[in-house]
């Protein structure tokens, strides 16, 4: 089985310009989460769907960021206009949510290959 | 503000010695998993301990849950090259928050 797709692998724009970054969660999988890592923050959650809706969007850094789950097979993160410190490595990841909400967090996440953005 | 602290930041190590990396807080988490990232990766799930006081054994790899649940630590037993990779924890109460993690590096 296919895991987590990511595209891009890779992206390099100026600041200003809009940056689409592309996931396809494993199928079957009905949570998803969009994580952003960087050397200085670490690893941060920024947002995450359980069944296409989105549940928890308080680590989005701000209005500049925003995703979509339109179907079950499909998300993205948008940033828009893209700034230097936006330059980080961007996962997907997808969990099958089995549990209930207080135990989610014990669910095993599958991250994808990430996406290394650079904005110059 | 719930913070995971890992320690230490960077480890390199001869092959066939021993480690131990930890994972602390102040708050309490009902759940903690580790994970191993390689370079150009994303991380992979090694275990999620759940209940205080709690002992998991991969291979080499032994993982403990603090009786307070509070913090975890992680010991290598006669490390080997293919464990060197960036090692996580992250813990769980409403939402996940990761550490920053343990560069660990396994000289042959």
New interface residues.
């Given amino acids: 089985d296919a895991g987590v797709i990511q595209s891009p692998r890779h992206e390099v724009t100026e600041m200003g310009q809009e940056v689409t970054l592309r996931c396809k969660p494993i199928s079957g999988h009905n949570s998803l989460f969009w994580y952003r890592q960087t050397m200085m923050r670490g690893l941060e959650l920024l947002i995450y769907f359980n069944n296409n809706v989105p549940i928890d969007d308080s680590g989005m850094p701000e209005d500049r960021f925003s995703a979509k789950m339109p179907n079950a097979s499909f998300s993205t993160l948008k940033i828009q206009p893209s700034e230097p410190r936006d330059s980080a490595v961007y996962f997907c990841a997808s969990s099958l949510a089995l549990l209930s909400a207080r135990d989610r967090e014990q669910e095993t996440q599958y991250f994808g290959p990430g996406t290394r953005l650079l904005v110059l | 503000t719930q913070l995971l602290e890992q320690s230490p930041q960077f480890l390199s190590i001869q092959e066939g010695e021993n480690l131990t990396v930890y994972c602390n807080s102040s708050s309490v988490f009902?759940?903690l998993?580790w994970y191993r990232q390689e370079p150009?990766?994303?991380?992979?799930?090694l275990v999620?301990v759940?209940t205080g006081g709690e002992v998991k054994k991969l291979k080499r790899l032994t993982f403990q849950f603090g009786d307070a649940r509070k913090d975890s630590s992680l010991h290598i037993t006669a490390a080997q090259p293919g464990d060197t990779g960036l090692y996580?924890c992250?813990?769980?109460?409403d939402?996940?928050?990761?550490?920053?993690?343990t560069r660990l590096h396994i000289l042959p």
Avoid: D
Wanted: net charge positive.
């Fill in positions: 009902s759940s998993q150009g990766e994303g991380p992979v799930l999620t759940v996580l992250a813990g769980g109460s939402k996940i928050i990761f550490g920053k993690g």
